[in-house]
T-cell receptor
Framework: EAGVAQSPRYKIIEKRQSVAFWCNPI?????LYWYQQILGQGPKLLIQ????????DSQLPKDRFSAERLKGVDSTLKIQPAKLEDSAVYLC????????????FGSGTRLTVV | GESVGLHLPTLSVQEGDNSIINCAYS??????FIWYKQESGKGPQFIID?????DKRQGQRVTVLLNKTVKHLSLQIAATQPGDSAVYFC?????????FGAGTRLTVKP
């Protein structure tokens, strides 16, 4: 079974630039999550989708972050404009249902803002 | 707000010894807990989970213990190997909201 795919693996941008990350969840997984993991910390949930609808985006800095999952499969997370404190690994995870079972992470995108 | 946390940020053990990694949680309504292992440059990898109606669950070389009275979760790794060196996170789930602690770095000495 293919895992959660993310791209790019690494990205370096200057502050105030824009960046986008892509995630392809495990086939059939209805729930998709984006996490931000700052170095030395645990992952922090940014947004959760159930199919193509947003379930929880309470911790998403909506002035600069946006995410979409238009067809209920792939998802894109965007930052515009980026700040230095956005430097982190952005992890995508998916699960089959609402219970958290089968929760699987991708390898993440490491973002460095300079 | 309530959150998941870990007692120790680092743990160093001798190869072959048993490891115990602890986690405290504060949300008594959480109903599902997972331990993850994260190696450098990789995403967290599922190790073992436990539901709140259980107090112990065993896997291959790993055991998770849940003490709901004191809201404590632990991960025991038997016969720790160099490949077990990683950061270990506990996570709690409440209403499909998965929250992670800061992690414990396990180092296995040969």
């Amino acid at each position: 079974e293919a895992g959660v795919a993310q791209s790019p693996r690494y990205k370096i941008i200057e502050k105030r630039q824009s960046v986008a990350f892509w995630c392809n969840p495990i086939s059939g997984h209805a729930t998709l999550y984006w996490y931000q993991q700052i170095l030395g910390q645990g992952p922090k949930l940014l947004i959760q989708f159930q199919n193509n609808g947003v379930v929880d985006d309470s911790q998403l800095p909506k002035d600069r972050f946006s995410a979409e999952r238009l067809k209920g499969v792939d998802s894109t997370l965007k930052i515009q404009p980026a700040k230095l404190e956005d430097s982190a690994v952005y992890l995508c995870a998916s699960s089959a249902g609402a219970s958290g079972l089968g929760y699987t992470f991708g390898s993440g995108t490491r973002l460095t803002v300079v | 707000g309530e959150s998941v946390g870990l007692h120790l940020p680092t743990l160093s053990v001798q190869e072959g010894d048993n490891s115990i990694i602890n986690c405290a949680y504060s949300n008594s309504a959480s109903d599902y807990f997972i331990w993850y292992k994260q190696e450098s440059g990789k995403g967290p990898q599922f190790i073992i989970d436990i539901r709140s109606n259980m107090d112990k669950r065993q896997g291959q070389r790993v055991t998770v213990l849940l003490n709901k009275t004191v809201k404590h979760l632990s991960l025991q790794i038997a016969a720790t190997q160099p490949g077990d060196s990683a950061v270990y996170f506990c996570a709690e789930n409440l209403s499909n909201d998965m929250r992670f602690g800061a992690g414990t770095r396990l180092t296995v000495k040969p």
